[in-house]
């Protein structure tokens, strides 16, 4: 297969790309795969790092709202449309596969107009405008959850990195917890807000500290970049902080619940390995991450608690309870682990190789 993955811009629409070509390739080790990216996206560092090739053409941000930029979008769209044809014609993609945001809706105005095969997938629970118009060209349409609504829509679950998808969270906790310098023996929590961290989350961590290790808790906080010196010189006995996880699958089997955001990889993510949450959605955008959050709490996988209601009293007194009580976390993280798919991956390749066929068959 020749295949063109549009999934630039931010991690949650990178990761599954990659994770997607990761797929492709083990059911194809001859297929040649390209991601298409911008200049100021986090692909230009990930996706060179996993070995494939990175096309970059300009980004077409959408504005939300009237302004200056939205009538300068026709121009930038057009722009970016040439330039993405010119990318599907020289690489001869056979399909492409888009995963929204803002190089997807260049990327699929391109495929239409070379006549090249389109998947979409969607991992949000409120679609966005890439990925809407995406789908009205297409039959092949995959969804992280049956509630997503986009036309054609197939539930395929999130394409996630094979280290969480194959993970065995209780086989791996030693080798988790020694790789994060924790105690065999204490209830973990684990505390990331994204590749950024998260303002809120950490200074609700910072307020409630003391209380939880009094507790004999133990916390493994990913502060975030811009935090990492301060980070350094707060560590202590019972508190690990780092700036950032490269070892998320380490630190998902080293926990036993999680504080985090609500971004759609990491609700797959935990779903998957059964790790049950809290859950603080970030309170901008459509609302989205609240959606996609919504249907594991709902299982009794996670709790949810508003932005604005994240005090450091309010984190110790969802935290403390649950931590406390081993079984009330075992039937937690079963019923997170009931909406999780660790096979989404193949899933969409599958849905990708039967667009390409229609391709080879239509000539």
């Given amino acids: 297969m020749k295949v063109v ?78 330039q993405t044809t010119d990318v599907l014609r020289a690489k001869e993609a056979e399909v492409l596969v888009g995963f929204g945001g803002y190089v997807a809706l260049p990327a699929y105005l391109a495929a239409r107009r070379a006549g090249v095969p389109i998947v979409v997938h969607e991992a949000n629970a409120k679609p966005g405008l890439a990925n809407r118009v995406g789908a009205r060209f297409t039959t092949f349409v995959g ?65 409630s500290l003391d209380q939880l290790l009094e507790a ?21 006995p019972g508190y690990v902080p780092v700036p950032y996880v490269d070892r998320m699958d380490l630190a998902y089997a080293a926990a036993d619940l999680a504080v985090c955001r609500a971004g759609a990889i990491t609700c797959a993510e935990l779903a998957a390995v059964g790790l049950p949450a809290v859950y603080v959605p970030l309170p901008h955008g459509n609302g989205e991450q609240r959606f996609n959050a919504l249907p594991t709490v709902s299982a009794g996988g996670g709790v949810l608690v508003a932005d604005g209601e994240l005090t450091p ?7 403390t309870p649950l931590l406390g009580d081993r079984a009330r976390l075992d039937a937690m993280g079963a019923a997170a682990a009931t909406l999780g798919r660790r096979d989404a991956d193949d899933r969409l390749v599958d849905m990708v190789r039967r667009a390409a066929a229609q391709k080879s068959v239509g000539g």
């Fill in 143 to 207: 969804v992280a959850t049956p509630a997503i609504t986009l036309p054609h829509a197939q539930h395929v679950g999130i394409p996630l990195r094979r280290s969480i998808a194959l993970l065995d969270r209780p086989a791996s906790q030693a080798e988790g917890r020694a790789f994060f310098g924790l105690d065999p023996s204490l209830p973990t929590l684990l505390v990331f807000g994204g590749s950024q961290g998260a303002r809120r989350i950490n200074e609700a961590v910072d307020g």
């Fill in 313 to 319: 009293s309010r984190l110790a007194a969802e935290v």
């Fill in 216 to 236: 004999g808790f133990q916390v493994l906080h990913a502060v975030g970049p811009a935090r990492a010196e301060a980070a350094s010189a707060a560590s202590r």
């Fill in 5 to 82: 993955l549009a999934g630039g811009g931010t991690a949650g629409h990178i990761e599954p790309a990659l994770a997607t070509a990761e797929a492709v390739r083990r059911a194809d080790p001859g297929a040649e795969v390209t991601l298409l990216g911008t200049e100021r996206g986090l692909e230009t560092r990930l996706v060179p790092e996993r070995g494939y090739e990175l096309a970059l053409i300009p980004p077409v941000p959408l504005p939300r709202r009237p302004s200056p930029d939205l009538l300068r979008l026709p121009m930038r769209v057009r722009s970016a449309v040439r």
